[in-house]
């Protein structure tokens, strides 16, 4: 047993809503079919939130409430929770401290954490440096997304990439060795003009005129934010497994955001890991953006043993991306 204190991942949760939108229903929507999306994105189906009145919080704060569960845990234990999201329930306050109103995490702090699809893997990081620390015990990450209070149905490059969900872990001190180990976290500010949402912050606020110009939904350029996603989602990857002396074969998972098959395939061919050692569910849920990672391991969660290193990379908007080492700290079958 070492002295150094790590981050460990001591719980899963998660939580996706109940409609289902297949492919063949966008048909009906807009120009587009089933094959042309599986073969560009290995996407069928997504879920969408349909419940009037309900948001981001209410698909995290369920995601949270399963954790607790299966913790076996009260939530008034819970010292901080941190959510990633690009679609909070409201400017302000936080989508994070409406979880812990909802959840009854009274003793929490928290706040969001806004990087797009790379949100999780930033917010994880974030929260295992609390846990580092020695200041916290218990922090919560929590990614959540309804992106189709963002998306363009008309609008054929986005709106058949993503879905709403949510996805939680626990974070708490570990002294076995297991838990976070490294990560490479990046951002690129120049790369906002390819994928963004132009209206609604501070330059160019809410009126009549943004809204009636439909600059309130997400736009993506997409030849480009490929490219870029292709390259760096692979090399960061890569460049942790070598600044860890580690290489593919050391790997027992690859859990790579869900934005695309082709991107996901670049990222597992530059680190020498077979198709069967990389989490998809892409196929089931879409990208649900700072969802992805979580709702990953929330799937695969059963395959996972103690001991099993994983890498967790992610690229998103902003430009944003990066990477993380983790030894997983429990068996769960």
Excluded at 164 to 183: F, K, M, T, W, Y
Excluded at 251 to 280: C, F, S, Y
Excluded at 289 to 314: R, V
Aim: proline letters at 3%; aromatic letters at 8%.
């Amino acid at each position: 047993m070492s002295n150094k204190v790590t981050a460990a991942i001591t719980a899963v949760g998660g939580y996706l809503p109940e409609y289902v939108l297949s492919n063949f229903e966008l048909e009906k929507l807009v120009d587009t079919n089933d094959e042309w999306i599986r073969s560009r994105t290995g996407i069928s189906e997504r879920r969408i939130l349909k419940e009037p009145g309900k948001a981001t919080s209410d698909l995290g704060a369920k995601a949270v409430e399963e954790l607790l569960k299966k913790r076996g845990i009260d939530a008034s234990e819970i010292d901080c929770i941190i959510c990633a999201t690009v679609t909070p329930d409201m400017v302000f306050p936080a989508t994070a401290n409406i979880i812990a109103d909802k959840v009854g995490a009274t003793n929490a702090f928290g706040y969001d954490l806004e990087a797009a699809c790379s949100g999780f893997l930033f917010s994880l990081i974030t929260g295992a440096t609390y846990i580092e620390s020695g200041r916290y015990k218990k922090v919560i990450v929590v990614g959540a997304e309804k992106m189709s209070a963002i998306i363009d149905y008309t609008d054929r490059a986005t709106c058949i990439i993503f879905g709403d969900g949510a996805g939680a872990v626990l974070l708490e001190p570990n002294q076995e060795g297991l838990g976070i180990h490294d990560s490479i976290l990046k951002s690129d500010g120049s790369g906002r003009d390819f994928l963004h949402m132009k209206a609604g912050g501070s330059l160019i606020p809410a009126t009549a005129a943004s809204v009636a110009a439909g600059q309130h939904y997400a736009y993506q350029e997409g030849k480009t934010v490929f490219k870029f996603a292709v390259t760096r989602m692979a090399d960061v990857s890569a460049d942790l497994l070598e600044r860890n002396n580690l290489t593919g074969e050391d790997i027992a998972w690859l859990v790579p955001h869900q934005a695309n098959l082709r991107i996901i395939d670049a990222t597992r061919e530059r680190i020498g890991l077979p198709q069967e050692k990389v989490m998809i569910n892409i196929q089931k849920y879409g990208n649900t953006t700072a969802a992805t990672l979580p709702l990953c391991l929330w799937d695969y969660e059963k395959q996972l043993n103690k001991g099993d290193k994983i890498i967790l990379a992610a690229f998103g908007g902003g430009f944003t991306w990066g990477s993380a080492l983790v030894t997983w700290a429990y068996d769960s079958k």
